[in-house]
């Protein structure tokens, strides 16, 4: 029988992707205001990878990632991934977009072997969290580079993002350090 451990630690991660300016920076200040400014922050790329989004989302969609200070409890997933599609519905609902969904968030975490993401949609390789969320390995961390499952996303394969992630990974690396040597 092995012993409970807890889990490695770990760095909030949220996407978000609109084809309108003002909802990706309406998501930041929703998120900064429950967690703190990102401390790094992605470029806007291109989404451009999926038609999946056209209909509900229009064309031309732009996506974003923002972390946060490490800390983040695995264990509250469920939680974030609930409460991001809350603001959803409320930028929808406040919004004069034509668009039946002018916003997308998506939350996740990275620690140093993985990156994490949370969805409504069960499927064979996610795991059952909490309340209807579940999650998956998106991305692992093997010999020095990110590495990908065959049901990955098609954009969290490109190098861009997984530029951002190793950033990312060194950020929450030295602060690791940072509190080992505390």
Known sequence: MGDPTLPPPSMLIVAAFSRHGD????????AAERWGMPVLESERFAFRETEYYRRTMG???QKVFW??????DPAEL???????????VEFTHQSEAAEERPLNIDPGYLNLGKLILASTKDFTHRIYLARGIFAEVTLYYQRGRWEHHRWTFPDYRRDDYQAFFSECRQYLHRWIRGVAES
């Not at 972390?67 to 983040?72: D, E, R, S």
């Not at 469920?78 to 959803?88: I, Q, R």
């Open 78 to 88: 469920a939680d974030v991934k609930l409460m991001t599609n809350t603001w959803e």
């Open 59 to 61: 064309e031309d969609l």
């Open 23 to 30: 909802a990706l920076d309406w998501a930041k200040q929703r």
């Open 67 to 72: 972390a946060f200070v490490p800390g983040f």
